[in-house]
């Protein structure tokens, strides 16, 4: 037991043993260095990660508020196209109709006429007898033309006018609708 004490006081197991101590403080101290590097990194990621999100969300924001801006854009475009659509619609009817008063009034002058012609014809058949058959013939091929002579006869060529007119309005505004679809179209294919 003395010898054993005089090796604990000699020192060699006590230094053994500090020795291991040491040894494992420094392996412990590796291990916790490396643990504050990885949070370290750790932390650079994570603040690389927040960066890149608040990016992401300025960027969905302006996104959005661009799409709203083209929305209410292209409302404004539809209510034009729409009042545009009324407004011509309006003045097709209203000159349309100008136009049948007008070709009404021209055939009443024309069978006005028409009919006085004939007072006149019956008059001087009374007194030329020679002239009797020629006048009636005449007055009965007139009559059968006035006959069939219809209003839609002259309605069918302004018609058919305004109709032309109308289809290269329709034609005009169409080619318009296109170029605001593909601007749109364009709009939505530019990067953000």
Request: overall charge positive; glycine content about 4%.
């Amino acid at each position: 037991m003395l010898s054993r004490i005089k090796e604990l006081v000699s020192g060699n197991e006590l230094k053994e043993g500090v020795k291991a101590m040491s040894e494992s403080l420094k392996q412990t101290t590796a291990a916790v260095r490396e643990q504050v590097e990885a949070m370290a990194a750790l932390r650079k990621e994570s603040e690389a990660a927040k960066a890149s999100a608040a990016e992401m969300a300025d960027e969905i924001k302006k996104s959005a508020s661009y799409a709203r801006q083209m929305q209410d854009e292209l409302k404004t475009a539809v209510a034009e196209i729409k009042a545009l659509s009324s407004h011509i619609q309006g003045s097709v009817k209203q000159k349309i109709g100008e136009d049948l008063m007008r070709l009404t009034e021209e055939v009443k002058a024309k069978l006005e006429g028409a009919d006085r012609l004939k007072a006149e014809i019956a008059s001087v058949a009374a007194s030329v007898g020679n002239e009797l058959n020629k006048i009636r013939a005449d007055a009965t091929k007139l009559s059968a033309v006035t006959a069939t002579i219809k209003v839609e006869d002259f309605q069918l060529t302004k018609f058919s006018q305004q109709l032309a007119a109308a289809d290269s309005e329709k034609l005009r505004l169409l080619k318009r609708i296109d170029e605001l679809e593909s601007i749109i179209a364009k709009m939505r294919r530019q990067p953000r």
